[in-house]
């Protein structure tokens, strides 16, 4: 979460509806909503604005008392974190459940840190909501807000109690949005269990998301702006991705979702495997998702230390890049995501496939390599004599180049590899798909 901002924390017990709030305010659907306890477990953040004033909404965990449980320890730990870093609170409590000893718990604790705090009782679209939120007076507050977060009732309430703590900065119409489109998004994408929210952390330099040996711990996907030297990057933590046919819940699948949305919204994919494994069939079939989306790629071989000696490393490696198949120019980068080993050069790989994947070669150099080998094969066809004239780039991200054809119909796809390899062999583009399309003069 950024200081910058006037930032604002959704607390809670499990299940009051504090996504579904954080969803209303925001106006999207970031975060998962469902009907049981404990699904968000990570801080999903996004900017709000409301009558002019801008924010940061936080939603958070569901708070819980001290537990044996590691996993709900580190809930309970991202938790008093937001609210050490928010500068407000949104206490909500369940009206329909009424007052119990932990929301008492939650005011008490919110009270001894002098945090400031609305008090927001929601599901009052029943009678027995309506009733119940009465009770929350003897909370010793001012106010108590009733809403409804499902259906939107009593949220103006909620955002004027916001705005009306927001220090008097009425944003001026011709001051710009936060620039974030030139910031490089960074996906880590990969099986349940392979290190996804370690490495995450390890780049970010602290714990920013849950970490644990526990399969599915990651839910929701999670955005962390990280700056390294004087460049800002957006790391996007994500659930694992499992085979369809073995998600076995709702959540689990809903996750696997917000997973691949991921990869609509980045630049670049880390693909992370467990490398003295190598990669197998789902490992391939994430790369397959990454592929379709044409997005740069960086193969993290994590858990390294598993190989014994120098030259098993030296094989393993070797292995997983020939395994790669279509996706060969993904560099593919040992790591340690527990001890930090490796990411000095998995950050470096990441820098130059990102500017490659926004790469745009001067157009003299590329006339004068594309005479080397435009005209060198013969385009395939069924339909008589073809030929390519020229070739252009127009656009990046992915670096797209246009080939003017005789006729585009029917040309094979080992065609377009081939032209793909020449630029590759005279530009590199390492770490970046290149798009081919043919158009007719």
């Given at each position: 979460m950024s200081r910058a901002d006037f930032t604002v924390a959704l607390v809670g017990r499990p299940n009051v509806g504090k996504s579904t709030l954080f969803n209303r305010i925001a106006g999207k659907r970031r975060a998962i909503t469902f009907d049981q306890p404990g699904i968000t477990r990570d801080l999903v953040s996004l900017p709000a604005e409301y009558d002019g004033r801008r924010f940061t909404i936080v939603d958070t965990g569901g708070y819980v008392t001290r537990s044996g449980d590691?996993?709900?320890?580190?809930v309970r730990a991202q938790v008093l974190r937001a609210i050490y870093e928010s500068d407000l609170?949104?206490?909500?409590?369940?009206?329909?459940?009424g007052l119990l000893p932990l929301d008492k718990e939650i005011a008490g604790m919110l009270r001894e840190r002098g945090k400031p705090f609305l008090l927001v009782a929601n599901k009052v679209d029943s009678r027995e909501g309506r009733d119940g939120a009465a009770q929350f007076h003897?909370?010793?507050?001012?106010?108590?807000?009733?809403?409804?977060a499902e259906h939107g009732?009593?949220?103006?309430?909620?955002?004027?109690?916001?705005?009306?703590?927001?220090?008097?900065?009425?944003?001026?119409?011709e001051?710009?949005?936060?620039?974030?489109?030139?910031?490089?998004?960074?996906?880590?994408?990969?099986?349940p269990n392979v290190g996804k929210s370690t490495l995450v952390n390890s780049l970010a330099g602290f714990e920013r998301v849950i970490a644990s040996e526990v399969p599915g711990?990651?839910?929701?996907?999670?955005?962390?702006?990280?700056?390294r030297e004087d460049k800002r990057y957006l790391l996007i933590d994500t659930a694992g991705i499992r085979a369809k046919r073995k998600t076995e819940t709702v959540i689990e699948k809903i996750s696997?979702?917000?997973?691949?949305?991921?990869?609509?919204?980045?630049?670049l994919a880390v693909l992370l495997i467990e490398g003295p494994e190598g990669m197998n069939h789902q490992d391939r079939q994430i790369l397959r998702y990454v592929l379709n989306e044409e997005r740069a790629v960086v193969v993290a071989a994590n858990k390294a230390d598993g190989w014994k000696g120098e030259e098993e490393r030296r094989k393993g490696l070797r292995g997983i890049q020939e395994s790669l198949d279509y996706a060969s120019f993904a560099p593919v980068v040992p790591t340690v995501a527990t001890t930090g080993k490796g990411m000095p050069v998995l950050f470096r790989k990441i820098e130059e496939a990102i500017s490659n994947f926004r790469r745009r070669v001067p157009t003299g150099q590329l006339n004068r390599m594309a005479q080397t080998f435009l005209f060198a094969i013969p385009i395939p066809s069924q339909r008589g004599r073809n030929r390519a004239f020229y070739m252009t780039q127009i656009g990046t991200s992915p670096p797209?180049?246009?080939?003017?054809?005789?006729?585009?119909?029917?040309?094979p796809d080992s065609y377009t590899r081939y032209l793909q390899n020449c630029i590759r062999d005279r530009f590199g583009f390492e770490g970046s798909p290149i798009r081919i399309v043919y158009r007719e003069r």
């Open positions: 590691d996993l709900l320890q580190k609170v949104l206490f909500l409590v369940d009206a329909q459940d003897a909370l010793a507050v001012d106010r108590v807000i009733t809403v409804s009732t009593g949220v103006e309430d909620v955002l004027e109690g916001i705005v009306s703590r927001v220090p008097g900065r009425e944003a001026p119409e001051e710009p949005a936060p620039e974030t489109s030139g910031i490089p998004k960074i996906a880590v994408v990969g099986r711990t990651t839910r929701d996907s999670i955005d962390v702006m990280i700056q696997v979702l917000k997973s691949l949305e991921s990869l609509k919204r980045c630049d797209s180049f246009a080939v003017f054809v005789k006729d585009r119909r029917g040309i």
